[in-house]
């Protein structure tokens, strides 16, 4: 099956500072999802992108179906950022990436 | 309120005790989903829905059985709960183009 990678799998940041988390797939995909799990364990749906680049608020995505990778960029990055940050891409159902704990600090 | 509701949030009970948890939706979709998360895991599907009349079985449905009574409406339950099916239970939907939604989840213990 398709196999999900994300890097790093961990990210501890100062309050402010930009990060860029990777999501690579091993093989076409038509459709990807970005998710962030906070710390009370909610899941909340990000993006919703399959191809090219779309922004919301300090958040952008930016997907490249036909070389296997996905973009999440997170800017001025606030406490609240915190989490677990997951890639999925929609078969008949959902496949996860491996994830990418981030931990910003004030 | 929420696209996706999930009753209850949190629920604590004892072994073999039968337990449903409730998950509605105002999305209009037809597909619905049940996952749960292990600690410091991803999730794992445990059954899934294309439509009122269509059931399936994902890759942990042993120990738990669904009903989807409506197209807003599917139900997720444990007949007789045992205390490693303590974990953080999440509902979905999913639509064409627009992926995924996602519930606040049903924390569970069972003691």
């Known amino acids: 099956g398709i196999q999900v990678e994300q890097s790093p799998p961990d990210l501890i940041l100062q309050e402010g500072a930009n990060s860029t988390l990777r999501c690579n797939f091993s093989d076409s995909v038509n459709n990807l999802q970005w998710f962030h799990q906070n710390p009370w364990g909610q899941l909340i749906n990000l993006f919703y992108?399959?191809?090219g680049t779309k922004q919301n608020g300090r958040l952008s995505a930016t997907t490249v179906a036909t070389e296997r990778y996905s973009l999440l960029y997170i800017s001025s990055s606030q406490t609240t950022d915190s989490g677990v940050y997951f890639c999925?891409?929609?078969?008949?159902?959902?496949?996860f990436g491996t994830g990418t704990r981030l931990q910003v600090f004030p | 309120d929420a696209d996706v509701t999930q009753t209850p949030r949190n629920r604590i009970t004892k072994t073999g005790k039968r337990i449903m948890l409730e998950c509605s939706q105002t999305?209009?979709?037809?597909?619905m989903y049940w996952y749960r998360q292990d600690p410091g895991l991803g999730l794992r599907l445990i059954y899934y829905s294309f439509d009122v009349k269509d059931i399936n079985k994902g890759e942990i449905s042993d120990g738990y059985s669904v009903s989807r009574q409506a197209q807003a409406k599917f139900s997720l339950s444990l007949e007789s709960a045992i205390p490693n099916q303590t974990a953080l239970y999440f509902c979905?939907?999913?639509?064409?183009?627009?992926?995924?939604?996602f519930g606040s989840g049903t924390r569970l213990t069972v003691v």
């Open positions: 999925a891409f929609n078969t008949d159902k959902l496949i």
């Open positions: 979905a939907t999913s639509g064409s183009g627009v992926g995924y939604t």
């Open positions: 999305k209009g979709h037809d597909r």
């Open positions: 992108i399959p191809s």
